[in-house]
């Protein structure tokens, strides 16, 4: 079983940038097909980019294409989130998750999910 910490939310004004972290412990991240959700207040949550095991394929909600980058080092048992040109719309609890699903795919469904972390606050606002 692995254990996810998300790190690296803040607050930043439209058009800024920032680099959220995924620490996962208790066994190898490289086991593990990951995504990113958000959660606005009063929303559901929902899927932002997600990433295979070796990194082979990653995939974006429309939303977020061309402004977020997802990656991951597997050494460091690590993912990461770049986002840039950040919105208010994209203000929200941003969690990590892992699939422990066989197929190297997108996984944009949070039922196809296992292990969540407990989410980091973005906050983008003037």
């Known amino acids: 079983q692995v254990q996810l910490e998300e790190s690296g939310g803040g607050s930043v004004q439209p058009g800024g940038s920032l680099r959220l972290s995924c620490a996962a412990s208790?066994?190898?991240?490289?086991?593990?097909?990951m995504g990113w959700f958000r959660q606005a207040p009063g929303k559901e949550r929902e899927f932002v980019a997600g990433?295979?095991?070796?990194?082979?394929?990653?995939c974006y909600a429309d939303s977020v294409k061309g402004r977020f980058t997802i990656s991951r080092d597997n050494a460091k048992n690590t993912v990461y989130l770049q986002m840039n040109s950040l919105k208010p719309e994209d203000t929200a609890v941003y969690y990590c998750?892992?699939?422990?699903?066989?197929?190297?795919?997108?996984?944009?469904?949070?039922?196809?999910?296992?292990?969540w972390g407990q989410g980091t606050q973005v906050t983008v606002s003037s």
């Open positions: 208790g066994r190898a991240l490289s086991s593990y097909h």
């Open positions: 990433i295979t095991r070796q990194s082979g394929t990653s």
């Open positions: 998750a892992a699939t422990s699903s066989y197929l190297a795919k997108c996984y944009a469904d949070v039922t196809q999910y296992d292990y």
